[in-house]
C-alpha cells in the first residue's frame, strides 16, 4: 500500500494542490465503492469536489477539520461503519491523513497563468523548470559534458551510441555554437526518421500487438512512417492520415494500415486511437463510467467506437484498404445497473457531431460519393458471403471518419498535448505527465503551465514535431547532468527534472548501439531487433525493473557471446599489442568515453592482449554494464 504522506507531497508540492484531485491512494482504497463503478451511498470519492459535496449523509469532508470529517472518522480502528470495509490502514497512514486534512484549504480554480506565446520554446522550458525548483528549493545538477552530451544525444535522436570519429569530431569543435548545430545536423538525417519511425511503429501498434501479426504487409506501413518523419509531415496531418485511412498519395498509402491492422475490431480501434493520439486510456470506461477519472464518462467510450463502427477492412488494386459505410453503426449501450443509452458521435470534450442528413440506418448508392458493388446494398443469402475484393474505395457522402479526423486535430488541446508529453518523456525518460498514457484528472501534469505552454505554440508552429524536438534538446533542462547537484542532499524526485534521468534503451536502440560497438557499419538487424524486442525493457514503461530473463541473457546467453565473437571490434582487438591503447579503445567504442584512471588501472589487471578470451569477457563486460544499457 502507498504511504499517505505521499499525499500530503502530492497535494502541496508536485501540483500546488490541483483542484478537484484526490490522491491515487484513496482512490486506491475507496473508489472501488465510491467511484465510477458504484457509488455507494450515492459517495463518489473521485475528486474533492464530489467528496464535498457528500452522498446520502452530506459531506465526507471538511477541510482542516479532520475529526468531524466522515472520510477521517470511518478509518479508525473501533469506527462504525468501518473503511475499508476489509482492512486497517496502518496509524502512520491515518496521521498522515489526518495531517492532509488539517492543512487542506480550498480555493477557487485559477486558470493558468502561461507565458508569452512569443517566447522561444527553451526559454519558456528553462523558466518553468526552474521556478518550479526555486519553489522547492531545489539545487540542479551541473551541465553535463561534451562527452556525455554526444553520446545522449546520439541516442536520443538517432537511436544508438556516436562512432569514435563523431565523438572526436565533436569534442575538438571548438564552435561555441556545436550543441545547438548537432542537434540540427542529427534531426535531418535518415537516421533519425528512421528511429522515430522504430518508435512510433511500437506507440501505434505496441510490441504485444506485433508479435501476433504476420510482418508481410508491414513494409507500406513502415516505408509512411519513414517518410512522414523525413519530410516533418505536419502531425496534425499524421493524425488525419491514420484515422481517415483514405491515402490521397502513393507515400500516404502505407498509413491505412494503422486501422487495417485492427482486422474490425471497433473497438481496439478506438481505444488505439484514444490511447497514442489523445493519451487517454479509455477502455475503462467500456461498462461505466472511469473508475478513477470523472471526465472520462461510458458514453465517450461508444462514443469513439461509433466513429469507427461503419468502417471495414477490403482490398483494392493499391493494397489493403479499410472502407466505410454510409449506413448503421447506432449502438445502445448499457452499464452495470443495465441502464441502457443510445450512442452518439461525442468527443471527449462533450462536443456532439451530428451526422449530415439525419440518420441513416438503410444504405443506398445515393448516400455514397464513391459508390459500392450493388451488392452491398441488399441482405445476403445464406452461406453468402460480402464481397470486400473491390475495384474501387467506397465513400460516403458523410463520412463518420472524416468528421473524427477534423475534430482531432482542430481546436483540440488533448492532441497536442499528448504528443508533446510523449516526446518530452522520450527525450527525458519521463513525462510531463506520466505515465503518457494516462492523461486524465488522476494524473496531473508535474508542470501544467509548461505542458500548455508546449501544446499551444506546437499547434500555432503548424504542428512541427521536428522544430519541437529540436528545442527540447537545445534546452538547458535537458543538457543537464544525470549526477544530482553535490549540494542536492537528498537526490529530487524525478517529476522535478533536476538532473538528467538514466533511460533504459529500447530494444531498437540497444541492438543499433550494440551494432556500432561491435563495430559493424551498418547499425540495423532487424532479426537481431526482434530477438532483443522479446527481453528488453517495454518503450514508455511505467517504471523499470530488470527482468531475471534480461539478466540471464546478458550474463550467459550462447546467443549473446556469438554476437560479440563475430563481431569486427574483437578482431580489431586481437591485433592491438599495447594493452592501455586496447582498454582505451574498448572503453572510446562501447561507452563513448576514455576510461578513468581507476577503470584503467583494473582493466589493464584483467586484460592481457595474447588472450583473446579476456578480451571477450572484458568486451561483455562493458556491453552488459548499466552504463551502456542505459542513457545518462
Sequence with gaps: MKSFSHIIAFAFCATGFVSSQIHPVIIDNCTKCHGGVKQKGGLDLRTIKAALEGGETDTALIPGDPETSPLYQVVQVDSDPHMPPKKQLPVEEIEALKTWITKLRITPPKELALPDPLKPITTVIDQLIRDKWQAEKIAPARRSSDATFVRRVYLDLIGRIPRIPEINSFLADQNPEKRNLLIDYLTTTEEHADHLAQVFNIVFLDRAHLRKRSHTNRKPWLDYLRWAFKTNRPWDQVGRDLVLARPKSAQEQGASWFIHDQRDDHSQIATRVSR?????????????????????????????????????????????????????????????????????????????????????????????????????????????????????????????????????????????????????????????????????????????????????????????????????????????????????????????????????????TFTRSLRVALGHENPNDETLRNHFAKILPELFADNFSPSVQQTMFLTNAPFFDKIISEGPLLSHLQNMKNPQALVHETFQSILSRAPEPIELERSLSFVDPNDKSSIQQFVWALLTSAEFRFTN
Excluded at 503548424?462 to 544525470?482: E, G, N, P, V
Design 276 to 508: 497514442t493520439l489523445l493519451g487517454k486510456q479509455v477502455q475503462c470506461a467500456q461498462c461505466h463510467d472511469h473508475p478513477v477519472a470523472p471526465e472520462i464518462e461510458q458514453r465517450h467510450y461508444w462514443g469513439l467506437v461509433a466513429f469507427f463502427n461503419r468502417s471495414l477492412n477490403v482490398k483494392t488494386p493499391e493494397g489493403p484498404r479499410v472502407a466505410e459505410r454510409a449506413s448503421g453503426g447506432y449502438d445502445k449501450f448499457a452499464n452495470l445497473e443495465g441502464k441502457t443509452d443510445q450512442s452518439q458521435l461525442i468527443l471527449y470534450s462533450n462536443k456532439i457531431i451530428t451526422e449530415a442528413g439525419g440518420k441513416q440506418s438503410s444504405d443506398s448508392a445515393e448516400l455514397y460519393s464513391v459508390g459500392p458493388p450493388k451488392q452491398w446494398f441488399r441482405k445476403l443469402k445464406k452461406g453468402e458471403r460480402l464481397n470486400k475484393d473491390l475495384p474501387n474505395l467506397p465513400v460516403p457522402k458523410f463520412s463518420r471518419r472524416e468528421a473524427f479526423a477534423q475534430s482531432l486535430t482542430t481546436d483540440n488541446p488533448d492532441f497536442s498535448r499528448a504528443i508533446v508529453n510523449r516526446l518530452w518523456a522520450l527525450m527525458f525518460g519521463r513525462g510531463l505527465v506520466h505515465p503518457v498514457d494516462l492523461m486524465d484528472s488522476a494524473h496531473p501534469s508535474s508542470h501544467p503551465e509548461l505542458l500548455a505552454w508546449l501544446a499551444r505554440d506546437f499547434s500555432n508552429h503548424h504542428y512541427d514535431l521536428r522544430r519541437l524536438i529540436r528545442q527540447i534538446a537545445k534546452s538547458t533542462s535537458y543538457q543537464l547532468d544525470s549526477r544530482p547537484a553535490p549540494s542536492a542532499g537528498q537526490p529530487p524526485l524525478d517529476f522535478f527534472f533536476a538532473r538528467s534521468l538514466d533511460k533504459p534503451l529500447s530494444a531498437e
